[in-house]
């Protein structure tokens, strides 16, 4: 069996892996200000106090869940950056979550928020499948 031949690294490739890892901060930091609130880090749920507020209404247990997002943001980050195939496959399966989530988001009466996010999710996942893309990541 011969070794897969290297590909050129597609356009974008190295942004997918600084967002994953940046979510994985954000997921993370989200996750702190949820478990312990009052801290400077809440100043971060200016960007979405509707968010924040549904979230917090959860109480305090459903924190401990952003870290665990967190953990697999940072790992689909490392694998795609190192050009693991399981990374670019943990990759399509948070974004498709995501995408997922925001699709409910827009039938439960969010319009623009939901329709915002499917149409950014949605266009990830279109990136993240094109053959160039997942040729990248040999098995």
Do not use: E, Q
């Not at 200016?46 to 959860?58: E, M, R, Y």
């Not at 039938?107 to 279109?126: Q, R, T």
């Amino acid at each position: 069996m011969n070794p897969p031949t290297p590909h050129a690294r597609p356009a974008g490739s190295l942004a997918i892996g600084i967002f994953l890892l940046a979510g994985a901060v954000t997921a993370t930091i989200a996750g702190i200000t949820l478990i312990s609130p009052g801290t400077f880090l809440d100043r971060m749920w200016t960007l979405n106090k509707t968010g924040h507020a549904g979230l917090a209404s959860l109480g305090k247990s459903v924190g401990f869940l952003f870290p665990v997002l967190g953990l697999a943001l940072a790992a689909a980050g490392i694998g795609w950056l190192k050009r693991r195939y399981w990374g670019w496959r943990l990759a399509v399966l948070l974004i498709g979550g995501n995408a997922l989530g925001d699709l409910i988001r827009f039938a439960s009466g969010d319009w623009i928020g939901g329709a915002v996010g499917v149409i950014l999710a949605g266009s990830l996942l279109l990136y993240l499948t094109r053959p160039s893309v997942r040729t990248f990541f040999p098995r």
